[in-house]
């Protein structure tokens, strides 16, 4: 079993919808969690993080986590083109130092 | 403006020829990592250091050697590289190593092509 499990994809939505991307993690202990968007040939950007059970908004992104079912989802609210890269879910083991194991990553595309 | 940067952004190179990757950021940052990302693999760590002449192995360490001589410098070498090391390469950093709630700040990549 993968560490940090995502869905590659495409998933396709229309500008304005709501885009839901999901991910799974394995280490059960795991404290913190960061979505990552990536642009094709640029580095990965930091849009969410979070550590505690229920969810953060931050915007049009909504970031929610249920450590029970060790599962964390990024919520886009009225999806745009411009939202249109690939998503990655990355999860700092509980190692006692920095130590982000990431998602192969989740391709959104939102379509005018 | 604070940011990590890398050198050179493109590298077209042959087998077994030498290669250093340099790695700066502005941010005093004492955690620097570096990744490799593949189709289909996903971003993999290659190595990490937690401070100043303190480095360990990543997940995919073979064929690869790292320094940390400086705070902001931590270059990526290939002694003598092969075609699968094709790859593009990401410097990142973080402000604490030993805080786990830090963000890794990412520097633009390296695109390396190994003939």
């Known amino acids: 079993q993968k560490e940090v499990e995502q869905n590659s994809g495409p998933l396709s939505v229309p500008e304005g919808a709501i885009a839901s991307l999901n991910c799974t993690y394995s280490?059960?202990?795991?404290?913190?969690f960061f979505w990552y968007r990536q642009y094709s040939g640029k580095s990965p950007e930091l849009i969410m993080s979070i550590y505690s059970n229920g969810d953060k908004e931050d915007g049009r992104f909504t970031a929610q986590l249920n450590k029970a079912s060790q599962y964390v989802s990024l919520l886009i609210r009225d999806s745009q083109p411009s939202d249109s890269a690939t998503y990655l879910c990355a999860v700092n083991m509980n190692t006692g130092f920095q130590k982000l194991v990431f998602g192969t990553g989740t391709r959104l595309l939102v379509s005018p | 403006e604070a940011q990590v940067t890398q050198n050179p952004r493109y590298l077209i190179t042959v087998t077994g020829k030498k290669l250093t990757v340099t790695c700066s950021q502005n941010m005093n940052h004492e955690y620097m990592s570096w990744y490799r990302q593949d189709p289909g693999l996903g971003l993999r760590q290659i190595y990490y250091?937690?401070?100043?002449?303190?480095?360990d192995k990543g997940d995919v360490p073979e064929g690869y050697k790292v320094s940390r001589k400086e705070k902001r410098n931590f270059p990526l070498i290939l002694e003598s590289p092969s075609p699968n090391q094709t790859s593009l390469y990401f410097c990142?950093?973080?402000?604490?190593?030993?805080?786990?709630?830090?963000?890794?700040?990412f520097g633009p990549g390296t695109r390396l092509t190994v003939l």
């Open positions: 280490d059960r202990v795991s404290q913190s």
């Open positions: 250091s937690m401070n100043v002449e303190v480095t």
């Open positions: 990142a950093s973080s402000l604490s190593a030993g805080a786990s709630y830090n963000e890794q700040f």
